[in-house]
């Protein structure tokens, strides 16, 4: 790595089980290349910051449907407490 990127702190993914890391390894491949290969800036950020959210949302996408959402895809309601 040609320069620290605080960032990459968030791309780890040796803890998730195997489904959801083979899932989330391409994008920590992704931004180890990123940091390897551009200089460091605002741009670099944003890309990281952006790349990050992309891998939540896929993370996300690979879970489970919670128990409710499963019996309805169209009441996207929440209960309140």
């Given amino acids: 790595m040609s320069h620290p990127a605080p960032i990459l702190r968030f791309f780890k993914f040796g803890h998730l089980p195997d489904h959801l890391r083979s899932v989330s390894a391409p994008f920590a491949d992704l931004a180890n ?11 670099l ?6 790349l990050l ?3 939540d949302a896929a993370v996300r996408a690979a879970l489970p ?5 499963q019996n309805s895809d169209t009441d996207t309601r929440t209960e309140h407490v």
């Avoid at 290349?33 to 741009?43: A, C, I």
């Avoid at 449907?65 to 959402?69: R, S, T």
Wanted: avoid cysteine; charged fraction near 30%.
């Fill in 33 to 43: 290349q990123l940091v390897d290969n551009l200089p460091p800036g605002p741009e």
């Fill in 45 to 50: 950020s944003v890309a990281l910051r952006k």
């Fill in 53 to 55: 959210e992309s891998k």
């Fill in 65 to 69: 449907a919670p128990p409710e959402a």
